[in-house]
């Protein structure tokens, strides 16, 4: 059975993403994904949504960066936290290989 489907805006444009088994997880990303354009928009970086886009991508990627070269290395397990964020980065990277997220027709 596919997983349910939300509708999130990021940027002004509306968009259908599989929600999987946390629904409110993905409006949180979203969330954070729309603040990150918004933010780097009124720093008046170009009008282009595309570029605010990558702009955003590049930011929260250095963010991930840096998260993991934070975290100490050991030999023990990873924190629960630890691998809900190595689960919620897997599937997005599993949502951008399957070309699933595409604007909403207007």
């Known amino acids: 059975m596919r997983a349910p489907s939300i509708e999130v805006q990021i940027f002004g ?3 259908r993403l599989r929600a999987g088994e946390n629904p409110d997880q993905v409006r949180r990303v979203a969330a954070l994904v ?3 354009m918004n933010k780097i928009a009124d720093r008046g970086a170009s ?3 595309y570029r605010i886009a990558v702009l955003a991508a590049l930011e929260l990627a250095d963010d991930v960066v840096r998260t993991r070269e934070a975290r100490p290395r050991r030999a023990s397990p990873p924190s629960v ?8 980065l897997e599937k997005i990277d599993q949502e951008i290989d399957e070309d699933d997220v595409r604007p909403a027709a207007d």
């Open 13 to 15: 444009q509306i968009y």
């Open 47 to 49: 009008a282009d949504s």
């Open 81 to 88: 936290s630890g691998d809900r964020i190595t689960a919620l």
């Open 34 to 36: 729309d603040g990150k």
